[in-house]
């Protein structure tokens, strides 16, 4: 139970924010699929639904948790799903339809503006909103983000729609005090209404009439809303804005001690043209100043032919954007000096060499890309999203491409029947639950030449151990069937499937030199559990784990670079593993049991 | 009070998350407006993090802005570097003298520090906790004590400890008391 989240306020988390406006509108489900940075709206669900009577799961990808939640809503019961900007991706095929059918529920989605978690692409979901014709809000704050996800039901209900409530990486990770409302009890069990949600496919034009309809009342409501605000101020040059940057513009008003008329976007599709007109009419300059993509500007630059438009000229469209930003560039713009010597550190500051993240301490994804290299040198190596990813860094260099979730078996098809050659596909276990198994059954069925190896760690590790359908729990944290990968890739029809333990060095050698011999698609379901859960449980029961030490220096030592080990190093000519950061695998010592031993 | 702006670095691993958790925490008890900026994610593996706290009045963003922190608490002395970025001449760094997996040593580090303050404080935090407890899982209550008893932090001692409190788990609060007791003698 988190504490935080009850009483008369909070310190909390956008994300967290996000799970108290839905407790203050009486949802009774919410599903999710674990990514950063919207992870916490799950797991702060995972961790209050059972006190609170909530429905709360982690499903298999963020398609099925959108459709999941949908299913709640056709019963009657209020829902929100929550994701990570790539998940919309997913779940969007089946949001249109949704729209059209006016399912009304709350799809929150977060932005990652400068990829701090994110490899695929710099993704603007405000497009989304234009595509799907879906109301979006984009809060600022903590208390916006509880604030409008209150609102984002109430306002789903009222017009029968799905409300997306858009997030970005500050937001999501920033704490302020959020002043609460009264929680809302609300039906947890329900009943499958009939008429309701008709199927489209025989009246998607006259459906999507009624949609265009619909968000004309919707935009009215739009052009009213509170949600919309203007800042009176001085002077003829006003600032358009939305989300996380108007935060950054407060600060930099009072930096510069200026207050120019500010209008702050907080409900801003369908656009409230009417409010932004209004908002221009006695000014000669407008800045527009928003993160990522120039979809405000754009919309403005439709009806203010005569005014000048300062935009993605001074806030660049990659990366995120800093409050530094927001004070350099209206300083520019305005001619005003920055009160303090800030000049200095951009002149001299140069960031330091950077940080390359690398595998925990006995991580067992070390130990399998050591003994892929070990067994079959050389291949073309697939890659894909999770803590696996680091193997594209030194010591290791295997992954030749990193795509999306499960392109790495989808891709690695296209290579083995285009070239002849045979890949060597890296994929998780949550990751291939995800997108992995109509791509290996693609595999399969159109006859390819692949090695598979799935990472089973137990967890979804990256995002902070979710569990997955090969974890046995759910996301309420009972007991479930466990999905057998070894029986998946067997019924699929792979030809040759095997488990090996990743803690068995020389046999998974072993295994993978004849899983990669076989002629056709074979699996090896590599498997060791991901090392910071298995040590929190062992500190937890008390259980003391060997260390291991340096027996004799030998030349042969050397070989050690290749592993990797943050924990084992060279000082002054002298190999040596730090007590503290050794985490126990054993796998140095059996790479060399005459060199390496068990510390006493 | 004008805002107080305080940057904790490290690399993931370090306990940075609970540090800054638990001075935001003192500086709700003592009646602030606090805000926090931290990230989650791969940072776990050993990357770079940067957490921001600000706690006074007329606070927007959560994020401090370039060369403006009153104070850096750095676990690793090559963050302490790359914080930078948010240092001014008034700017207080307080070190932890570790360096971990860099080419760089702690004469050129500091070099480079002194280009934009003055006014360093660097402690063998690493070597001290380890000789008091036989690990280094403390260094980051260390760091928060050393601050305090060098009157770095507007905070009040009692109020942190309250903070501690909630924040760490019970089996590990002796050991964190006796690390927390032991900063205020150095």
């Avoid at chain 1, 994701?83 to 059918?101: F, R």
């Avoid at chain 1, 799907?132 to 903590?142: D, F, G, Q």
Wanted: with cysteine; net charge positive; proline share 4%.
């Amino acid at each position: 139970m988190k504490k935080e989240l009850f009483g008369k306020r909070g310190f909390l988390f956008g994300n967290e924010a996000i799970v108290r406006g839905a407790l203050e509108s009486g949802v009774g489900y919410a599903s999710s699929y674990p990514g950063t940075p919207a992870t916490e709206i799950g797991d702060t669900f995972a961790a209050i639904a059972k006190d609170t009577g909530i429905y709360f799961e982690w499903s298999v990808n963020e398609k099925v948790a959108l459709e999941a939640a949908a299913g709640a809503v056709f019963s009657g019961i209020k829902a929100l799903v929550s994701m990570k900007h790539y998940g919309l991706n997913v779940a969007s095929d089946s949001l249109l339809p949704l729209v059209y059918l006016g399912c009304p529920f709350v799809v929150v989605v977060a932005d990652d503006p400068g990829s701090w978690s994110s490899v695929q692409a710099e993704q603007d979901t405000r497009w989304f909103s234009r595509l799907i014709h879906v109301p979006t809000l984009e809060p600022s704050n903590s208390q916006e983000a509880k604030d409008m996800t209150k609102f984002a039901f109430q306002f789903s209900q009222k017009h029968k729609i799905p409300v997306l409530v858009r997030l970005t990486t500050r937001i999501c990770y920033s704490k302020s005090l959020v002043n609460f409302g009264k929680i809302k009890k609300g039906k947890k069990k329900g009943k499958f209404v009939k008429k309701e949600f008709k199927l489209g496919s025989a009246q998607t034009v006259a459906l999507h009439k009624k949609l265009l309809e619909k968000l004309k009342k919707i935009r009215k409501d739009c052009e009213k809303s509170k949600l919309n605000f203007i800042e009176e101020g001085r002077g003829k040059i006003g600032i358009i804005t939305s989300g996380v940057a108007y935060i950054y513009i407060k600060e930099a008003f009072q930096e510069l001690k200026i207050k120019l008329p500010l209008l702050k976007l907080g409900f801003s599709y369908p656009f409230p043209s009417d409010k932004v007109k209004n908002f221009l009419k006695n000014l000669k300059k407008v800045i527009v100043i928003e993160e990522l993509d120039p979809i405000i500007e754009e919309e403005v630059k439709k009806f203010s032919k005569k005014i000048k438009i300062y935009g993605k000229d001074f806030f660049s469209e990659a990366g995120e954007l800093k409050p530094e930003d927001i004070l350099v560039n209206l300083s520019k713009i305005l001619g005003k000096k920055i009160d303090r010597n800030l000049s200095y550190n951009i002149k001299n500051y140069k960031e330091p060499e950077k940080r390359i993240p690398f595998f925990c301490p006995g991580c067992p994804h070390r130990s399998t890309f050591y003994a892929v290299k070990k067994a079959l040198g050389k291949k073309i190596f697939a890659g894909d999203i999770g803590c696996y990813m680091l193997g594209v860094y030194e010591p290791f260099r295997m992954q030749d491409f990193v795509v999306s979730m499960g392109a790495s078996v989808g891709i690695s098809h296209g290579i083995s029947k285009a070239s002849g050659q045979k890949p060597v596909i890296f994929i998780g276990d949550s990751t291939f639950f995800h997108a992995g198994l109509p791509s290996l059954l693609n595999l399969v069925y159109n006859k390819a030449n692949a090695l598979v190896i799935v990472l089973d760690n137990r967890w979804t590790a990256m995002t902070g151990h979710q569990p997955n359908p090969g974890s046995g729990l759910t996301g309420m944290k009972k007991e479930t069937k466990i999905a057998n990968i070894e029986e998946i890739a067997k019924a699929l029809g792979v030809d040759f499937v095997k488990t090996s333990n990743v803690w068995n060095f020389s046999q998974f050698v072993k295994d993978l030199k004849q899983a990669y011999s076989i002629k056709g698609v074979s699996v090896i379901v590599a498997k060791g559990e991901c090392r910071l859960a298995f040590i929190r449980q062992a500190v937890r029961k008390g259980i003391k784990l060997p260390k291991f030490k340096i027996k004799k220096q030998d030349k042969k030592l050397e070989q050690l670079k290749d592993f990797g080990c943050p924990a084992i190093k060279k000082e002054k000519g002298k190999w040596l593993i730090d007590k503290d950061l050794c985490w126990s695998c054993s796998i140095c010592k059996q790479l060399f049991p005459d060199l390496i031993e068990v510390e006493k | 009070m004008k805002p107080f702006n305080l940057i904790v670095v490290g690399y993931g691993g370090q306990g940075i998350l609970t540090l800054t958790d638990i001075i935001s925490k003192a500086a709700l008890k003592q009646g602030y407006d606090v805000k926090e900026a931290e990230l989650h994610g791969l940072a776990q593996r050993g990357g770079s993090l940067d957490c921001h706290v600000r706690f006074g009045g007329g606070i927007h963003s959560s994020l401090i802005p370039r060369a403006k922190a009153d104070l850096i608490i750095a676990l690793e002395a090559l963050e302490a570097l790359r914080a930078c970025y948010w240092v001014n001449k008034n700017t207080v760094v307080l070190i932890n003298s570790k360096i971990f997996r860099s080419s760089l040593n702690m004469k050129k580090i500091l070099r480079e520090i002194k280009k934009f303050t003055r006014k360093i404080y660097v402690v063998d935090a690493d070597e001290i906790v380890k000789k008091e407890t036989g690990n280094i899982l403390g260094v980051n209550i260390f760091m928060l004590g050393y601050a305090l008893k060098k009157k770095l932090l507007p905070l009040k001692k009692e109020n942190v400890w309250k903070a501690v409190e909630e924040r760490i788990r019970k089996r590990f609060l002796q050991e964190n008391r006796k690390i927390f007791e032991k900063s205020f003698k150095y």
